[in-house]
């Protein structure tokens, strides 16, 4: 039996990027919340200190701040027709936990989505006609646009004290950014890191061939910055780990760097660790959720804490898993394509490529990921897809460097993997290798979709969430076409070697390729065809708000996180000035 | 000959006392860059400077100082400061602080006048 607990004005499920900035922001308006966490607190003079943060075996390779497969996984399938299997160890992605969540090692790349973004399907079938967007193909415009979002982007450049340079101010382009943005109200909050060398060689390739190359906006402070919650950051010491790993200098934002410091002294915000948030308790002839029930990981206690309003942001397998555990909202049903919960699951279609420059020193061992240098001209509506023969696009980056001593290394393919050829071939590469990304948007199709598994359970007894993903022919062909322009570039960087890795057919849990996941909870303009509306209320219950990527109806050819954190400021702006005067739906179906 | 005419005069204008008194106001200024690790909060990442002239390297108790920083034998008078500012693990070889210094010496300098006045 649950112990009821004493109700409170908010509870926030999940204290990564979004329920950082939910629990500043609603404390700021005068609530009391409680901030619940299935992983460990995270306090930087204990955990990110040197020299241990600088452990890469015990980071990188062994996922220190991954979330504990034992306790709560996934189960995947590339198709319906397939018995879908536990992810036993994360690879292809890599969900964070404890306090920070994913937004504690992730790389930084802090990216808006472009104007037409927002309006997908109508600005596809304006541009390409009525009947150019496939039935399978299940985009759709966002219900919020970029004009009204751009504050939020704005104040969330401010959170996080991004470096970068603008490249569209108020309409103005700007040569050295990016051309490409949607206008800006105001530069970076910080000047860009330096070029890599490796990026430094790409920009003059790519702006010989005619492309636009700009420093790619990085959330660390380039310099010592104080943020709009009065947090200090330090600036950013190119130490060479960041990624899957935190920040010893707090110049990488997250919400333990960049929001926690703020909380922790402020008496409305109280704070639970290990404790596994199993239900929402949802009263549906009300359309409220009442609370949420949790038992705590330590004792194995179960509570029930009301909460007159309830923040889920817990990723967006949480998310969804959440939802459907919990009897809100209908349920996707591929067989008929129709319910919400669980529809357009979309990843990130992340294709690499690798060149070597045995005449070049690329000092390898330092910098960071604001070195990369990245072209914008083959993004969603950067350029005409006439006669391609698919949709969507991505950013391409460039860079060296940041390279750790255990994953650093790259070595051309047909290397072996260990033993003497091995340890020859990465003294001949380690300093003259150059790697590139695409970063390829995937558009939601019928296949994709998530749904409860019908075999596998959780530490909790629940039924796992079950993944149904695989590669779709438009996304092949886009991911395929960016690949083609890197290797332009690439060609024009003159390398003695260089490889292109396409990604193979079917979509494979290993290796690492982004933890870009999307949708599932997506928002939208009415009840028929989302979860969420465009404040992030859920249609099913009005004091229920879930943050994150899992509202993405879609994804874009940009990292998530600069949305994700934009989305959740605009929703609290909404919170605070209507939500909490009138409780009850935001928008009226 | 004219070139060891130079370096005998670079080594006499690096050694010999600063032209210019070094300037506090300026340091405190520069400072930003310490106080995201060195808050003076419980949960710093860096140890209090409060008081850190006239002290000894890594003799507070409730620091976790690095094994460098506790065996460093010196007190922080202006010179050790300014050198350590300017290249941390050049005073004090593996140290802990993710801080690559300041590269202008006269910087460092005013940043040790500013610790000086820091109680």
């Known amino acids: ?589 | 000959m004219r070139d060891r005419i130079t370096s005998i005069t670079l080594g006499a204008l690096l050694l010999s006392p600063p032209a210019l008194a070094a300037d506090a106001a300026h340091g405190k200024q520069l400072f930003a860059a310490c106080v995201a690790c060195h808050s003076e909060t419980p949960d710093a990442q860096g140890p209090s400077l409060k008081g850190v002239a006239g002290r000894k390297p890594g003799t507070l108790e409730d620091f976790r100082y690095s094994n460098a920083m506790k065996r460093a034998d010196f007190v922080w008078d202006a010179a050790n400061l300014r050198d350590y500012l300017h290249d941390p693990q050049g005073k004090v070889k593996g140290n802990h602080m993710p801080f690559s210094g300041y590269p202008d010496v006269k910087d460092a300098e005013d940043v040790a006048a500013y610790l000086q006045t820091y109680k």
């Open chain 1, 1 to 589: 039996m649950a112990t009821r607990l004493k109700e409170i004005d908010a509870v926030v499920i999940g204290m990564g990027w979004a329920g950082g900035i939910m629990a500043r922001e609603l404390t700021l308006a005068g609530l009391n919340v409680v901030g619940l966490e299935r992983g460990p607190d995270h306090r930087p003079a204990q955990d990110f200190a040197m020299p241990g943060i600088r452990d890469e075996l015990k980071y990188q390779q062994r996922l220190e701040l991954m979330g504990d497969n034992s306790i709560d996984t996934i189960t995947f399938r590339n198709q319906p027709a397939q018995m879908a299997l536990p992810i036993r160890r994360w690879s292809a992605f890599l969900p964070g936990e404890g306090v920070g969540g994913t937004g504690n090692h992730w790389g930084g790349s802090h990216w808006r989505f472009q104007p037409d973004d927002f309006r997908l399907r109508t600005y596809l079938q304006t541009r390409y006609g009525a009947k150019s967007v496939p039935d399978t193909m299940a985009i759709q415009d966002w219900p919020v646009g970029y004009d009204e979002l751009e504050p939020y982007y704005d104040r969330f450049d401010k959170v996080c004290g991004v470096s970068g340079k603008a490249g569209n101010l108020k309409g103005r382009k700007i040569a050295g950014g990016n051309v490409f943005e949607g206008p800006r109200a105001s530069e970076y909050p910080n000047r860009p890191m330096p070029h890599s060398e490796g990026g430094a060689i790409f920009a003059a390739a790519a702006k010989n061939l005619g492309y636009h190359p700009f420093p790619v906006p990085f959330s660390a402070a380039s310099a010592p910055y104080k943020n709009i919650y009065g947090v200090a950051m330090g600036a950013c010491q190119e130490c060479g780990f960041c990624t899957r790993t935190a920040c010893e200098a707090s110049a990488k934002a997250s919400s333990v760097t960049t929001i926690m410091p703020a909380l922790r002294q402020e008496p409305k915000f109280e704070l639970r660790t290990r404790v596994f948030v199993s239900r929402l308790v949802y009263d549906k002839a009300a359309r409220r959720v009442t609370g949420v029930l949790y038992t705590d990981l330590k004792t194995g206690q179960e509570y029930e804490q009301p909460a007159n309003i309830v923040v889920l942001s817990a990723f967006v397998f949480s998310n969804t898993h959440m939802l459907l555990h919990s009897g809100i909202g209908t349920p996707y049903d591929h067989a008929t394509g129709t319910g919400l919960v669980g529809k357009n699951y979309c990843y990130q279609f992340e294709a690499p490529a690798a060149a070597f420059f045995p005449d070049k020193e690329l000092n390898p061992y330092m910098g960071s990921p604001g070195g990369g240098v990245v072209i914008d001209d083959f993004n969603n509506a950067s350029f005409d897809h006439a006669g391609l023969g698919f949709f969507g696009g991505g950013y391409i980056i460039a860079s060296s460097g940041g390279s750790p001593p255990i994953n650093g290394r790259s070595v051309p393919e047909g290397t072996p993997a260990w033993g003497s050829q091995w340890k020859r071939e990465t003294v001949k590469w380690y300093y003259h290798s150059v790697h590139f990304n695409t970063q390829g948007s995937v558009y939601g199709h019928r296949d994709n979709y998530m749904d409860l598994d019908p075999t596998y359970k959780d530490a909790l007894g629940r039924p796992l969430l079950r993944l149904t993903y695989n590669g779709t022919d438009n996304d092949h062909a886009m991911s395929r076409y960016l690949l083609s322009r890197v290797e332009n570039v690439i060609k024009a960087m003159g390398p003695a070697h260089y490889e292109m890795r396409p990604r193979p057919k079917n979509f494979t849990i290993v290796p690492y390729q982004s933890t870009h996941n999307a949708g599932g909870t997506i928002m939208g303009s009415d009840p028929g065809n989302s979860v969420v509306n465009r404040y992030l209320q859920s249609w099913d219950a009005h004091n229920l708000f879930v943050m994150g990527a899992s509202t993405f109806p879609q994804q874009h050819g940009y990292n998530p996180t600069g949305t994700l954190g934009a989305l959740a400021l605009w929703s609290a702006d909404k919170i605070k000035n209507s939500y909490l005067k009138n409780p009850g739906p935001l928008v009226h179906a």
